[in-house]
């Protein structure tokens, strides 16, 4: 009997399936492979949220048996793809910070502007002050201009609120928004409140671990745990205690690395067997091939280091190094105004190195793997894959044509392939 189908999008110009091997490490290879899986005159059918047929056009539709109510979708001229995966987001936040731009444009540093009372203090201020219906609804919406540049998956941090009772908030607010992944981020920065005050730093350490700790455990919605290991953030021997009891009651781990200096957090990372490194602007190479050995990944956020006039990351010495690479938007208000990112493959492909096989690699698979959900961006049968029709003649174009929504309209997408990790 042939599989029941409610969805059937045929005829795509181009379908990527991404069901193929890893690119290649060295860049000529990579460039000269499309491992893709891309299928012309593509089809893909599901049924009740799972891929149930994906091939060419002719051979789905007399390989599945649609349903009464089944709805058809030609995709001609568009290219269907599995939907993105911004692993890396601080993307609930309210409040306007745009004044430091302009400050930073004109030379003031990110660490000035901080000491001033703006950077992430500001945005803990804001945010302290807005409602839950604020939050949600704010939230709702990023998530759903995301949606128009075809990503369907958000890690989304906190750290903005950095009190138990207001971190609480965020992350109940961001199990309530689907396809977001929720993400405690303690480790931002000192609160406001503390700053300045005697004893402050380790009061808050300590409140870390005794209070919030111990609540957002119980509260049971986080998924990871990050801290930011910079100069300007925290050291490793700051946060171990307070992480390994989050690894131990199921949690992943996220580090924000080398923004700004290399404090050893790569080779944390590796020891602990963290999901992902993030930002690594600056780190040793011996930080690089622990992180290969140990299988983390790192997750790239070429948007920070674009508003912050810093040089891009480089993502090929990392890929020549054996460390997997994924992009994010890194989307908040400081660092990385942008919920594109695609513009981040772009800044990638023409700055960082990578090809264009890496960087959809990149945006999809290896985000999804460092968010527990591979499978979701592998258009195969069985998989309760995502899937986006885009607006672009060949799946070159996603770096090539930069800066507008790509995306025409996200087709499926399961929130039940956001499976829990631990
Ligand atoms: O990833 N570096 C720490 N966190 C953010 C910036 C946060 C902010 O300035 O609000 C980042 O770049
Ligand atoms: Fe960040």
């Known amino acids: ?46 049924h009740e949220g799972v891929v149930v047929a994906v091939g060419r056009t002719a051979d789905v539709e007399s390989a599945i048996a649609l349903t009464a109510d089944a709805t058809v979708i030609d995709a001609r001229d568009e290219l269907v793809a599995p939907g993105l995966v911004d692993a890396h987001t601080h993307g609930l936040f309210v409040g306007d910070r745009s004044n430091e731009y302009g400050m930073r444009v004109r030379g003031a540093t990110y660490a000035e502007i901080a000491a001033q009372g703006g950077g992430i203090a500001s945005s803990v201020r804001a945010l302290r002050g807005a409602g839950d219906d604020t939050l949600e609804r704010t939230l709702r919406a990023r998530v759903a201009r995301m949606r128009a540049f075809g990503t369907t998956t958000v890690e989304a941090k906190t750290g903005y609120a950095l009190d138990t009772v207001n971190e609480l908030r965020c992350l109940d607010v961001m199990g309530r928004v689907p396809g977001v992944v929720p993400t405690w981020l303690p480790f931002h920065a000192v609160p406001p409140e503390l700053r300045g005050v005697a004893d402050g730093r380790a009061r808050y350490l300590r409140a870390v671990r005794d209070e919030m700790l111990p609540a957002v455990l119980a509260q049971g919605v986080a998924r990871y745990v990050d801290a930011y290991l910079d100069g300007p953030g925290f050291q490793v021997d700051e946060v171990r205690a307070v992480i390994a009891a989050a690894q131990r009651a199921g949690l992943g781990v996220r580090l924000h690395v080398g923004q700004f200096e290399d404090v050893g957090g790569a080779e ?12 690594l602007e600056h780190v040793s190479e011996a930080g690089l091939r622990a ?36 992009l994010a938007t890194d989307c908040n208000p400081g660092t990385s105004f942008t919920e594109n990112l695609p513009l981040m493959a772009s800044f990638a492909v023409r700055q960082m190195g990578l090809s264009t096989v890496e960087a959809w690699w990149a945006i999809t698979r290896v985000a999804a ?13 069985g998989h309760r894959a995502s899937v986006v029709r885009y607006a672009m003649a060949s799946w070159a174009s996603l770096p090539y044509e930069f800066g507008a929504p790509q995306a025409v309209a996200v087709v499926a997408d399961d929130a039940r392939a956001l499976a829990r990790i631990g």
Request: aromatic fraction near 2%; proline fraction near 8%.
């Open 1 to 46: 009997m042939k599989p029941a189908a409610s969805l059937l999008v045929r005829h795509a110009r181009e379908l990527l399936t991404m069901n193929g091997p890893p690119p290649a490490r060295d860049a000529k290879r990579a460039w000269e492979e499309a491992p893709l899986g891309c299928i012309a005159d593509g089809a893909v059918a599901l």
């Open 268 to 279: 944390y990372a590796a020891e602990i067997g963290a999901a992902s490194v993030d930002h």
């Open 291 to 326: 992180m290969a050995a140990a299988g983390v990944i790192a997750v790239l956020l070429p948007g920070a280091a674009f508003s912050l006039g810093q040089p891009m990351p480089d993502a090929r010495r990392m890929r020549a190094l054996g460390v997997d690479v994924a």
């Open 369 to 381: 793997r460092s968010l527990g959900c591979e499978s979701r961006a592998v258009i195969a049968p």
